[in-house]
Antibody
Framework: EVQLVESGGGLGKPGGSLRLSCAAS????????MTWVRQAPGKGLEWVST????????YYADSVKGRFTISRDNAKNSVYLQMNSLRAEDTAVYFC????????????WGQGTLVTVSS | SYVLTQPPSVSVAPGQPARITCGGN??????VHWYQQKPGQAPSLVVY???SRPSGITDRFSGSNSENTAALTISRVEAGDEGDYYC???????????FGGGTKLTVL
C-alpha cells in the first residue's frame, strides 16, 4: 500500500523558515516524480513544486520560486520542501504527492501538514 | 500563464448525471486530470489523461476533452459523491502544473 506521510508543519514567522518532509513507503520511491501542492484555508489547490525521480528536473510555481527549495533523498525514501522568507500568504495545508510521470497525474497523496505563518 | 476555468458550483439530484466543466485555451492539446476532495481530506485522483480511471474508481466517473473544454461526468450521482472537484494539466510552455479553481458538487 502506498503511504505518504508529511511532517514539519507548524507556526513560522514572516521572513522565517520551515522544512517540510514527506516519508514514502509501499512503492519504489526512487522511480517516481514527487510533487508538493498546497491549499490555503477555504481555498483551492495550488501546485507548489515538482521533482523528478533523479532530481534532474525541478519545477516551481512563480509564487514560491527563489524562496522554496524541493529536494529528495532516495536512500531515505523522502522528499523535502525547504521554505524560506515565509509570508502570510504561504499559510496553507501542504500535501505531498506521487506522480505517474514528470507531467502526469498525481495518483497518491499524503494527508497534509499545516503551515501557519504569523507573527 | 495557462488558466483553467471551472464553475464554482454544480447541484444535482440523486440518481441524475452531473457534468463539471474545465475550460482552457486549446485544452484538447493537453492531458487533463481530475481530483475529488472531500471535506478535511486529501485530494484523490478520479480520472487521468482525459478519460482513464485509476484502479478502484467506479465507472460512474468518466472524462472527455475537446476543443476548449474538458469535462468530468458523474452518472447516477450519489450522496457520497459530494465534494470539491479539480481539473489539472501540465502546461509545457511554462513548465507548470496548473489547477482549475475547483467546483463544489452538491447532491440535493
Amino acid at each position: 500500500e502506498v503511504q505518504l506521510v508529511e511532517s514539519g508543519g507548524g507556526l513560522g514567522k514572516p521572513g522565517g523558515s520551515l522544512r517540510l518532509s514527506c516519508a514514502a513507503s509501499g512503492f519504489a520511491f526512487s522511480s517516481y516524480t514527487m510533487t508538493w501542492v498546497r491549499q490555503a484555508p477555504g481555498k483551492g489547490l495550488e501546485w507548489v513544486s515538482t521533482i523528478s525521480s533523479s532530481s534532474i528536473y525541478i519545477y516551481y510555481a512563480d509564487s514560491v520560486k527563489g524562496r522554496f527549495t524541493i529536494s529528495r533523498d532516495n536512500a531515505k525514501n523522502s522528499v523535502y520542501l525547504q521554505m524560506n522568507s515565509l509570508r502570510a500568504e504561504d499559510t496553507a495545508v501542504y500535501f505531498c504527492g506521487r506522480d505517474e510521470s514528470l507531467v502526469g497525474a498525481t495518483d497518491s497523496w499524503g494527508q497534509g501538514t499545516l503551515v501557519t505563518v504569523s507573527s | 500563464s495557462y488558466v483553467l476555468t471551472q464553475p464554482p458550483s454544480v447541484s444535482v439530484a440523486p440518481g441524475q448525471p452531473a457534468r463539471i466543466t474545465c475550460g482552457g485555451n486549446n485544452i484538447r492539446s493537453k492531458s487533463v486530470h481530475w481530483y475529488q476532495q472531500k471535506p478535511g481530506q486529501a485530494p484523490s485522483l478520479v480520472v487521468y489523461d482525459d478519460s482513464s480511471r485509476p484502479s478502484g474508481i467506479t465507472d460512474r466517473f468518466s472524462g472527455s476533452n475537446s476543443e476548449n473544454t474538458a469535462a468530468l461526468t458523474i452518472s447516477r450521482v450519489e450522496a457520497g459523491d459530494e465534494g470539491d472537484y479539480y481539473c489539472q494539466v501540465w502546461d509545457k510552455s511554462s513548465a507548470h502544473r496548473v489547477f482549475g479553481g475547483g467546483t463544489k458538487l452538491t447532491v440535493l
